[in-house]
């Protein structure tokens, strides 16, 4: 298939850089009109190599989109190998039909386009105390984006999904580097694959799904961390249990309730992560600014996992009460909402701006996040510093 061609090419052109860091302009389809961009280039942090894990600067989510090419990348074992086309992608375990699909057959079904936010569960590790051990990303293992592609809930319909099935295991075709270390493998409840809002993405605003961010098919599950949004899909699977293996089972699990760095847990005081929680950033200015005296706009996103944003409140300076931002567009479920407040007349001096969202449910953004071991979901306030001269 053409496609799986192209990004070949791409592969070829990863090895052909020095540590393998590379991101190309706009994805595995325009290779041929965008030449590839290092990803220093583009602006991109450098947070590993080999996995290719890459942040987006926090400036560069100061919009409602993020662009694809600095839009952040986490990978835990290799990219895919070559050699794989034409992609099929295989539906079976507990279904009537099971049947394998080609990316043209997708296409003919009904085309959905969703925005939403995807977000690694690690985003904010680095702020945690004590420190923890894992990617150290700062502000942006996130980012907005329009996804589209096909209902997960269509192919399990036509699948015929049986009455035992309570989950989904779904594997991508990235290989682990060696046969001892495990493959990503992963799953959903069957409630939330059967959510329509549940996806397939083959394209990402309206380009072919880059192969960095799981070209040509993707998960796309909006309001749930990262680790669910599984790349390079190949196969789903139908089962009465969750997916086994370390990525399930152990990884990607919060205590039940806030537990201190040494305290021992059992499997039962822990639960799957799921769902993001509220939180906001300050795309404009970037932290360290120095600004003129004046006037100025101050410009973020905010989101939550379920529900909506309902407020963002932001206070300049330590003694300012909170005062409310406006927020820009419609809520919507999973998607994010850019906000922005005019800060009048700035005098000369130091400031540190901080900004809290809260959301439907009634949470508010904290000063920290409750610490955890594995260093999931940081919602705590955010703030910048800069000078007014
Ligand atoms: N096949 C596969 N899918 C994956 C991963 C992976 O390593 N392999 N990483 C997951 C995690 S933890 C995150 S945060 C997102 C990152 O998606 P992105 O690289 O497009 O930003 O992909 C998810 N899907
Ligand atoms: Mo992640």
Redesign the pocket.
Known sequence: MLEFDRSISRRTALRRTVGGVLVCGSGVASLETHSPVRADEAGLIVRNSR????ETPVTALDGWLTPNDQ???????ST?AIGLAPWSLQVGGLADHPRAWSLNELQKLEQVKIPAV??????GRAYFRPRLPGVQWEKG?V?HAEWSGVRLVDLLERAGYQRGAGHVH?????PPPSPKTP??L?SIPIERALDPNTLIATH?NGEPL?F???GPM??VVPGW?????????RQISLAKDEAPGT?QQSG?RMPKSPAPPGAVLKPADLVPLTVMNVKSLITAPADGSMLKAGNHEVRGVAWTGDGHVTKVEYAVGPNSPWRPATLQGEPRQGSWRTWKFAWETAQPGKYTIRVRASDSNGDTQPETTAWNKSGYLWNGIDRLTCEVR
Request: aromatic share 16%; charged share 15%.
């Open positions: 996995p290719l894990d890459l839009f952040f990348v986490r990978s835990h074992l895919p995807l977000q690694c569960a690690g985003n293992a980012g779904l594997l991508g075709a990235d493959r990503f992963r990402m880059p960095l961010h799981g993707r998960l961390a990262g680790n669910h949004w599984l790349k390079w899909l990525y990607y």
